[in-house]
Antibody, heavy 114, light 112 residues
Framework: QVQLKESGPGLVQPSQTLSLTCTVSGFSLTSYNVHWVRQPPGKGLEWMGRMRYNGDTSYNSALKSRLSISRDTSKNQVFLKMNSLQTDDTGTYYC????????WGQGVMVTVSS | DVVMTQTPPSLSVAIGQSVSISCKSSQSLVASDKNTYLNWLLQSPGRSPKRLIYQVSKLDSGVPDRFSGSGSEKDFTLKISRVEAEDLGVYYCLQGTHLPWTFGGGTKLELK
């Protein structure tokens, strides 16, 4: 059974770094790509980046300078790190596998506030 | 980056009515492998998004055939025939041909 689950702090201070973990089960990270997508409250979806099955990464152009995606295949985890957080980074962050069939995590709400 | 322009931003419909949503891209979405990686997703209220259609017109498993996708190059349409209450929410197009991937702004489908 394929599952993805996001975890991380619900509250981050402005200018600090966000660290999120996507823990997957039911498939191997060396066989499928995992994406990160976020959504500010009441707004649309934004593609943040992707970890490919072979370890390659791609990023949203607007976030590229402060975003990093990595993984630990032995732990079935994909990591998102984004620095210099501002209030407009507040939102729900999802990890998703968009392959032959799509699977999404439940999302994790992150609030950037002092 | 490819800009995905979705219209209309909102639609008010009656149950049983048919509706169409447009998605236009700033560049052709035909990939080097000749496939077109245009997806349609639905986000129901309070839920994670769910893909309905991939590669323009292929329905995901379990998606009712009331949904259909069409289009080519830069111009795409999602049609819902005989809208049901479970279809309400926000629809997004998503292109996966060019990096970075990009979403359309969304179309909110509401009950009239």
């Amino acid at each position: 059974q394929v599952q993805l689950k996001e975890s991380g702090p619900g509250l981050v201070q402005p200018s600090q770094t966000l660290s999120l973990t996507c823990t997957v089960s039911g498939f191997s990270l060396t066989s499928y790509n995992v994406h990160w997508v976020r959504q500010p409250p009441g707004k649309g979806l934004e593609w943040m980046g992707r970890m490919r099955y072979n370890g390659d990464t791609s990023y949203n152009s607007a976030l590229k300078s402060r975003l990093s995606i990595s993984r630990d295949t032995s732990k079935n985890q994909v990591f998102l790190k984004m620095n210099s957080l501002q209030t407009d980074d507040t939102g729900t962050y999802y990890c998703t596998r968009l392959g032959a069939r799509d699977y999404w995590g439940q999302g994790v709400m992150v609030t950037v506030s002092s | 980056d490819v800009v995905m322009t979705q219209t209309p931003p909102s639609l008010s419909v009656a149950i049983g009515q048919s509706v169409s949503i447009s998605c236009k891209s700033s560049q052709s979405l035909v990939a080097s492998d000749k496939n077109t990686y245009l997806n349609w997703l639905l986000q129901s209220p309070g839920r994670s998004p769910k893909r309905l259609i991939y590669q323009v017109s292929k329905l995901d498993s379990g998606v009712p055939d009331r949904f259909s996708g069409s289009g080519s190059e830069k111009d795409f349409t999602l049609k819902i025939s005989r809208v049901e209450a479970e279809d309400l929410g926000v629809y997004y197009c998503l292109q996966g041909t060019h990096l970075p991937w990009t979403f359309g702004g969304g179309t909110k489908l509401e009950l009239k």
